[in-house]
């Protein structure tokens, strides 16, 4: 297992990956699951919440989720059921220095197969819904700067407490 770079959106070159349609995982062999171990290792590595394959500059339809819980491995991902809305901030590791308020369903449901080829089903709500769409989003080429209702400053980040 090795920490993979993480590719960033404001390098011509690696943009144009990210910019990308990923394919579909046609089956699951021992170079995807030493991407879903390496993609674990440079998430965990980041201090991230999830990770698209496109990231790390395979254009295959992979994505880990930490739920809080653990890191979900979703292969072939889709989102089968949303629910409610929210706008809250998103960031991303291919877009470092920049955040942004996002619209989003506040619950997502999605089905994947894991590393051994089984059909799942996972939930989230809040952030973990939010991470679900922002992943998937990359695996067709999109990146949550495309989707930003309003580019947010450092010092909103930081919540600049000033004011009171």
């Known amino acids: 297992m ?5 590719l960033k959106e404001h ?3 690696e943009n144009e990956i990210l910019r990308k349609k ?6 699951i062999d021992r170079r995807i699951i030493r991407l879903i171990d390496d993609m674990r290792d440079t998430l965990i590595e980041s201090g991230g919440v999830g990770l698209a394959a496109p990231q790390v500059g395979i254009l295959r339809r992979v994505v880990l989720v930490d739920n809080g819980d ?18 809250e901030i998103e960031g991303c590791l291919s877009v470092p220095g920049k955040w942004g308020i996002t619209d989003r369903p506040y ?3 999605v089905r994947a197969l894991n590393r051994d080829g089984e059909v799942f089903e996972a939930e989230g709500v809040d ?6 769409c922002h992943e998937l989003d990359h695996l067709d080429g999109t990146l949550f700067i495309d989707k930003v209702v309003r580019f947010v400053s450092e010092d909103e980040l930081e919540g600049d407490d000033d004011d009171e």
């Open 22 to 27: 990923s394919r579909k995982v046609e089956k």
């Open 70 to 87: 653990e890191i979900l491995e979703l292969v072939n991902p889709e989102i089968i059921e949303t629910e409610g809305e929210q706008q």
């Open 127 to 132: 952030l973990v819904a939010r991470c679900f």
């Open 11 to 13: 390098i011509p070159e």
């Open 2 to 6: 090795a920490i993979r770079n993480i």
């Open 107 to 109: 619950r997502v449901k």
